[in-house]
């Protein structure tokens, strides 16, 4: 089993940047593909981005693209998301994600563990 923790969000204005963790315990995730999603009031939870079990592949949603960064650090069981130059549409609750296999997916079913969330407000 793998329990997932997410941390880094907060209260921001337009414009300004936050790095959220993942952190990972139980079981090792250095093989797994991870993701962050999101959920915005009143919508459905949304890819964000992924990373595969190496970190050398990456996807991004075409509206945080060029703005938010994915990485991971295995030997830490630990993936990031640089948010840059942060929009209101941005609010959310963050999730993190590991699914039982090395490579991205943009679909949440296709993800086995799921952190708790982490709240991102961006006020305008």
């Known amino acids: 089993q793998v329990q997932l923790v997410e941390s880094g969000g907060g209260l921001v204005q337009a414009g300004a940047s936050l790095r959220l963790s993942c952190g990972a315990s139980?079981?090792?995730?250095?093989?797994?593909?991870m993701g962050w999603f999101r959920q915005a009031p009143g919508k459905e939870r949304e890819f964000v981005s992924g990373?595969?079990?190496?970190?050398?592949?990456?996807d991004y949603a075409d509206s945080v693209r060029g703005r938010f960064t994915i990485s991971r650090d295995n030997g830490k069981n630990t993936m990031y998301l640089q948010m840059n130059s942060l929009k209101p549409e941005d609010t959310a609750v963050y999730y993190c994600?590991?699914?039982?296999?090395?490579?991205?997916?943009?679909?949440?079913?296709?993800?086995?563990?799921w952190g708790q969330g982490t709240q991102v407000t961006v006020s305008s």
């Open positions: 139980g079981r090792t995730v250095e093989s797994a593909a």
């Open positions: 994600a590991a699914r039982r296999s090395r490579y991205i997916h943009t679909d949440q079913n296709e993800y086995d563990y």
């Open positions: 990373i595969s079990w190496t970190g050398r592949s990456t």
